[in-house]
Each structure stands twice: as C-alpha cells, then as structure tokens.
C-alpha cells in the first residue's frame, strides 16, 4: 500500500507558474508516476507520466508548459507548471501505478490549482 499527499496547489494569474508536489509513503522506486486533473463537470484526464526509468509523456495541451520529474530519494514527484491557463484550473491528482504479475494503481486525495484570467 502506498500513500500519496499532494500539495503546492493554489490561485494564480494565467502566465503564472506553481509546482505541485507529490509525496508516497514509501519507494516509488518501481512505479510509474503520473498526474491527473478533473475540472468541475468533466472526466479526470492525464496530464503528464514519468516512467521508473525517466521516460516522460503529457498531453498535448501542456507540452511545452508542464515538467514532470521525480526524486526518488526523496519519494516525491514533482509537476512544475508553466504559464498557466484559466483552462488548467482543476483539482490536480498524483498516481502511482506499476504491474507485478497484478496491476497495482494508487491516487493522492488532489490538490486544488485556480488560474484567473
């Protein structure tokens, strides 16, 4: 069972930037990490993924914008977020997700992020 706690959302103006952070309870070391976010009135969807070994993804609408990255030491990921959009304001969730013979798949409780236009 891994906990993940995450934090650094918060009301910015567009073209602001915040960093989120993810923090598991304990080694992260063999999961995939990724975030997630759910506006009011829509499904959750992907924003950005990291691999074990440092592989990134995100969706189209925040190349170029959005990092992800982890520090394993730590048991964190992060996701700095660049030049903000009223249309990123969502409830921002961390995942953890890896597939040992079973697909195991845990999510932080979300942390709020608010662009004013």
């Known amino acids: 069972q891994v906990q993940l706690v995450e934090s650094g959302g918060g009301l910015v103006q567009a073209g602001g930037s915040l960093r989120l952070s993810c923090a598991a309870s304990?080694?992260?070391?063999?999961?995939?990490m990724g975030w997630y976010r759910q506006a009011p009135g829509k499904q959750r969807e992907f924003v950005a993924a990291i691999t074990s070994g440092g592989n990134t993804n995100y969706a189209d609408s925040v190349k170029g914008r959005f990092t992800i990255s982890r520090d394993n030491a730590k048991n964190t990921v992060y996701l700095q977020m660049n030049s903000l959009k009223p249309e990123d304001t969502a409830v921002y969730y961390c995942?953890?997700?890896?597939?040992?013979?079973?697909?195991?798949?845990?999510w932080g409780q979300g942390t709020q992020v608010t662009v004013s236009s």
């Open positions: 304990g080694s992260i070391l063999s999961f995939a």
């Open positions: 995942n953890a997700q890896k597939t040992v013979a079973l697909t195991y798949t845990y």
